[in-house]
């Protein structure tokens, strides 16, 4: 025994024309939408450089601060025998160590960094700088300070209730003062006293 279809009337052929064509503007919509944020995505991404790691690193959080380049002794800023300047830095609920970070103006400088607890991240000042520190990776970003000068440098991934008030502070020295400082080897802050 076969059901019987009700018969097609013009009403339904032309509810369904209407539900076809609004479908049909809907999907220009969403892909008009997806277009956009694509482009969007592609400026920015070139007109800040920004650009994703370059691949994964971990570290173990439960011997972080004991062995290591994240210990207490190693945090802060280097410039090596070959002049690459690195900045090694941790964050923690709530505060970025070291607190005041030197870098060189006009000269490439990598952050190397990771969180003890909760997941961070920092941006620095007006520049591209702009990364994530999650406990058990390092974070790396390498960039180039445009002119010297004093850059605040907040938390910006929620990590609690005292995250508005995490920040440190970047202090950009003209490339001869920073090498002058740096060339003994030892590692440099701005970290009073
Ligand atoms: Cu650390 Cu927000």
């Keep these: 025994m076969s059901a019987t279809l009700p018969p097609v009337t013009p009403a339904a052929h032309l509810s369904e024309a209407v539900a076809v064509a609004a479908e049909r503007r809907w999907a220009w919509i969403v892909m008009a939408i997806i277009a956009v944020l694509v482009l969007m995505m592609i400026v ?15 570290v173990d959080v439960k011997t972080l601060h004991v062995q290591g380049e994240f210990m207490e002794n190693k945090l802060g800023t280097t410039m090596g ?17 070291p607190q005041c970070i030197v870098v060189p103006a006009d000269m ?8 003890t607890d909760a997941i961070h991240g920092f941006i620095v000042g007006r520049t591209n700088v702009n990364t994530m520190l999650i406990p058990g990776f390092v974070s790396t970003f390498t960039t180039t300070f445009p002119r010297a000068g004093e850059q605040l440098m907040p938390c910006h991934e929620y990590c609690g209730t005292g995250h508005e008030a ?6 950009v020295l003209p490339a001869a003062e920073f090498i002058a400082r740096a060339r003994g080897g030892e590692r440099l802050s701005c970290v009073p006293g």
């Design 166 to 171: 995490m920040w440190a502070r970047v202090q």
């Design 44 to 58: 920015t991404g070139l007109h800040w450089a920004s650009m994703p790691p370059s691949r994964v690193e971990t």
């Design 81 to 97: 025998t070959d002049g690459k300047v690195t900045v090694r830095l941790i964050a923690q609920q709530y505060s970025f160590v």
């Design 108 to 115: 490439p400088v990598t952050f190397r960094g990771t969180a």
